[in-house]
């Protein structure tokens, strides 16, 4: 199975930072990435899909980009509603779908 | 509006086996493969299993492969989860979720449920 890790594992940030987290994936996977954010006792959400396209309604700090291994999300101008954990997903060929491990963003 | 709600979930001891249910509604059921994804207390998301949108591929997880049965009845437009010797490394919330679809592509899981939590313990 195509396993995908999540750096930080933990970031500490302010309101107005930039924060940027990175899933490496352990074999190519083209551009079949997702990246969701879930809040506690929430169930998670689309953020973005195909590594890079925004999901209707997901406001334009919110980016990503990268493709084969390495992919980035990124979130400009750091929000009170963006404390979150963050994962990604690889949607290669046939499931299973893995998801990276997480990262959760907290208020410093 | 779309909506997925799951149901079933309980305590059961080690070795027993359960079967989640996921109700959905608010879009064409058949045209979208479904999954469950869960999530062990304070830990990350886990993927579990997928189904096709017509029930014929399935798919699952190492951790479950033999053990858990995926299933759909596109009448009811209901997803199931059987889930057999049942470990306390189960419990979790489980989800299930819907395929977001570029075209044909899968690009993302685009609804949850709200989950249904599987205790395990003696």
């Known amino acids: 199975d195509i396993q995908l890790t999540q750096s930080p594992s933990f970031l500490s940030a302010s309101v107005g930072d930039r924060v940027t987290i990175t899933c490496r994936a352990s074999q190519g996977i083209s551009s079949y990435l997702a990246w969701y954010q879930q809040k506690p006792g929430r169930a998670p959400k689309l953020l973005i899909n195909?590594?890079?396209t925004l999901q209707s309604g997901v406001p334009s700090r919110f980016s990503g980009s990268g493709s084969g291994t390495e992919f980035t999300l990124t979130i400009d101008s750091l929000q009170p509603e963006d404390f979150a954990t963050y994962y990604c997903q690889q949607l290669n060929t046939y499931p299973p779908w893995t998801f990276g491990q997480g990262t959760k963003v907290e208020i410093k | 509006e779309v909506q997925l709600v799951e149901s079933g979930g309980g305590l059961v001891q080690p070795g027993w086996s359960l079967r989640l249910s996921c109700a959905a509604s608010g879009f064409s059921f058949s045209s979208h493969g479904m999954h469950w994804v869960r999530q062990a207390p304070g830990k990350g998301l886990e993927y579990v299993s997928s189904v096709s949108g017509n029930g014929r591929d399935t798919y699952y997880a190492n951790a479950v492969k033999g053990r858990f049965t995926i299933s759909r009845d596109n009448s009811k437009n209901t997803l199931y989860l059987q889930m057999g010797s049942l470990r306390e490394e189960d419990m979790a919330v489980y989800y299930c979720?819907?395929?977001?679809?570029?075209?044909?592509?899968?690009?993302?899981?685009?609804?949850w449920g709200q989950g249904t939590l599987v205790t395990v313990s003696s």
């Open positions: 979720a819907r395929t977001y679809y570029h075209g044909v592509t899968p690009r993302g899981l685009d609804s």
């Open positions: 195909a590594a890079s």
